[in-house]
Nanobody, 116 residues
Framework: VQLQASGGGLAQAGGSLRLSCAAS????????MGWFRQAPGKEREFVAS????????DYGDSVKGRFTIYRDNTKNTMYLQMNRLKPEDTAVYYC??????????WGQGTLVTVSS
């Protein structure tokens, strides 16, 4: 599966952004889709994941209640709606696809910068 992330940019604290991840390939329904982020000097952090049939959702503790992961199957696209942004949300965000227990495909990353 090939992934293309977009939608990053600059936001003020308390504001919102929506990230998109366009997916292409065969048998997309087999994949768990997810978002990760990496801030400068820090390790990559899990943000959220979603089964392609949207039955199972999971969120990292730092984003619970503020971020929402969802998908549009008609467009083969996954989204991350980010609300009540904080400066500590500043990072490069990556979308990824998981098959079984392994994240096997990664998008190129999109930068989110939140100013205080």
């Amino acid at each position: 599966v090939q992934l293309q992330a977009s939608g990053g940019g600059l936001a003020q604290a308390g504001g919102s952004l929506r990230l998109s991840c366009a997916a292409s390939g065969r048998a997309l329904s087999e994949y768990i889709m997810g978002w990760f982020r990496q801030a400068p000097g820090k390790e990559r952090e899990f943000v959220a994941s979603l089964s392609w049939k949207a039955v199972l959702k999971d969120y990292g503790d730092s984003v619970k209640g503020r971020f929402t992961i969802y998908r549009d199957n008609t467009k083969n696209t996954m989204y991350l709606q980010m609300n009540r942004l904080k400066p500590e949300d500043t990072a490069v965000y990556y979308c990824a696809a998981r098959l079984g227990s392994t994240w096997i495909s990664w998008g190129q990353g999109t930068l989110v910068t939140v100013s205080s």
